[in-house]
């Protein structure tokens, strides 16, 4: 399938393989008619998905059962009376439902918004109304089900509630609307979409605030045939596992669009609530070829006695999200024998750097830029860094080619535009620096560089040096107000069993940070907390910390 649509798929090298990709998009590329429809009229019997959750249930289902289901989607949704452009809400969880509905909306033109089903009412009301919502459609949960009916209210133009399982008052059933649904044919003329049609808008993770609207068009999903086959390596028919529910943007990076261009078996591990014994049983049971995990995950995993299980079929295992720190590569490769290759991106993108074939990794090192993408690292000014100085990393020239994968706008927001889209320029708002061998070492936000003294710190490598000490399990770097020297580092610190705060640990800590990294960068203030405040995507909420602190 990914040769429908790239010149060539094989490279000889990194230098190759930056200048000679080049990407071929069909006159109104859809990925439900395109691909998915596509492989069920190649073999309506290849494998597309495996279901499965804690309690030993299991679905699987072929391309064919996928068209099916998504064709009676697209049905259902027009019969509700949703047209072309307009959005559909989904809070799915990972049923097997998220995949049909994402592509029955792809067919017949809606927009997509992924949601978590750990939104509050206030969270729902908010996007209801930021992106005019007209539909929700939610998983058979007790609290989910509540927390839309205390919203509904206030949602202006919500007009449909539909549920996986029993319709209480208020809501329709999903099953039996899906059931029941008429045959489904291609839109065409004015219905049919055009590649730059809204397609998805996810909402940013919100770690400073309000959650603002990432909007994507039809072209998406072939931005991610980088991300899929030649960062995360996925195989045709090879089952690849990403931990990650349907309501965040790394569903859409690695649970369908690119992963099912290459033909690959997603898994959709329906885990109500992170486990990591479970995680890994289900890892050797399914003989996972590929994985992928935001490193909050494989700190977790790799604290678990990994003899017990067989990882014999894993290939590759990828990371995203935040940085990931040497002291886990080292860890899970020691346990595995397998490198974790990392990644980095937005919400706003497929991925702008990663660990590929052609070149060794470098443990806390992201790696060298995509060939979709004309990146660069500058500085204030806007002038290029030099290697070694640290910059913003931006996207360049998107004035004269809209690079497929990145996002058109923040939809509805031009402040936000001409803030971080000014001229030709896309600003990520994330730091890094690039070494002499042109691999990009990722420092953190622009609001999280620590400024103590004249020196510029990134939270990332205070962070990596704690978590080489056997107590760290997890830590977040952060500044506080210092009436001296401007802002001083602090650690809030999550520790590993067996270990208790005390005054002698905090300065155990200090002293192993200034040993591990240069000394001024060692946190003058530790904090020892049970939990990390995190987004719904596993992304530490440093913003929080910091108001906390404020307050």
């Known amino acids: 399938m990914v040769e429908r649509f790239l010149d060539r798929t094989e490279f000889e090298s990194y230098e190759d393989f930056k200048q000679n990709y080049k990407l071929n998009i069909p006159e109104g590329f859809n990925f439900g008619y395109d691909v998915i429809d596509e492989w069920a009229k190649q073999d309506a019997d290849k494998p597309a998905l495996v279901w499965c959750n804690d309690e030993g249930q299991e ?14 989607a697209a049905s259902m949704l027009r019969a509700k009376g949703i047209q072309k452009g307009d959005a559909v809400m989904l809070m799915l969880k990972q049923r097997p439902e998220v995949w049909f509905l994402m592509v029955g909306l792809h067919k017949m033109g809606g927009v997509v918004i992924p949601a978590t089903y750990q939104l509050t009412p206030k969270d729902i009301v908010y996007r209801c109304n930021a992106a005019s919502v007209k539909m929700i459609c939610a998983a058979d949960d007790p609290e989910v089900v509540k927390h839309v009916d205390a919203a509904r209210p206030e949602c202006k133009t919500l007009k449909y509630t539909s549920i996986l399982g029993e319709a209480p008052d208020g809501w329709c059933s999903l099953r039996t609307d899906l059931d029941t649904a008429p045959d489904w044919q ?14 998805l808008i996810y909402f940013s993770s919100g770690t400073t605030g309000m959650p603002k609207m990432i909007l994507h068009d039809f ?42 261009i290459c033909g690959a078996v997603i898994v959709a591990y329906d885990q109500e609530k992170f486990d990591p ?24 995993l790799i604290q678990e006695d990994f003899s017990k299980y067989d990882f014999s079929t894993l290939q590759h295992a990828g990371t995203a999200g935040e940085p990931l720190n040497p002291e886990v590569y080292n860890r899970f490769m020691e346990l595995t024998g397998v490198p974790i290759c990392e990644g980095f991106g937005q919400s706003e993108s497929s ?29 204030e000014e806007g002038n290029s860094c030099e290697d070694g100085v640290v910059g913003t990393i931006v996207v360049k020239n998107t004035d004269k080619q809209h690079p497929t994968g990145l996002f058109r706008e923040y939809y509805r927001d031009p402040d936000a535009m001409a803030k971080s889209w000014p001229a030709g320029t896309y600003s990520t708002g994330d730091t890094a620096w690039r070494d002499a061998d042109g691999y990009y070492w990722f420092v953190g936000r622009n609001d999280d560089v620590i400024k103590c003294s004249g020196y510029r710190i990134g939270p990332f490598e205070v962070e990596s040096a704690l978590l080489t000490h056997d107590a ?5 770097i952060t500044a506080v107000p210092d009436a001296v020297r401007g802002q001083v580092v602090k650690a809030t610190v999550v520790l590993t069993k067996g270990y208790s705060p005390s005054d002698e640990l905090k ?34 909420k440093r913003m929080e910390i910091r108001q906390q602190d404020a307050e």
């Open 219 to 260: 072209t998406y999903p072939l931005g991610h045939i980088v991300t899929a086959k030649y960062w995360q390596r996925v195989e045709e028919g090879g089952l690849h596992l990403v931990a990650a529910d349907s309501g965040w943007a790394k569903f859409g990076w690695g649970k369908i669009y690119g992963q099912w």
């Open 351 to 379: 991925v702008f750097i990663a660990n590929f074939e052609w070149f060794p990794v470098k443990p806390g090192s992201t790696g060298k830029p995509s060939p979709l993408y004309d990146l660069d690292i500058v500085d």
């Open 59 to 72: 679905k699987r289902f072929t391309f064919g059962e996928v068209k099916y289901w998504s064709d009676k």
């Open 472 to 476: 760290v399990l997890e830590c977040a």
């Open 186 to 199: 291609r839109p065409t003329g004015s219905e049919a979409n055009k590649a730059t049609d809204p397609m």
């Open 277 to 300: 014994v479970k995680m890994l049983e289900t890892m050797a049971r399914l003989r996972l070829t590929t994985f992928c995990a935001p490193p909050t995950v494989y700190r977790f």
């Open 507 to 540: 300065k155990e800590l200090q002293d192993h940070v200034k040993n591990v990294t240069a000394p001024y960068k060692y946190p003058r203030v530790v904090e020892f907390v049970t939990e990390l405040p995190k987004t719904t995507s596993g992304k530490i």
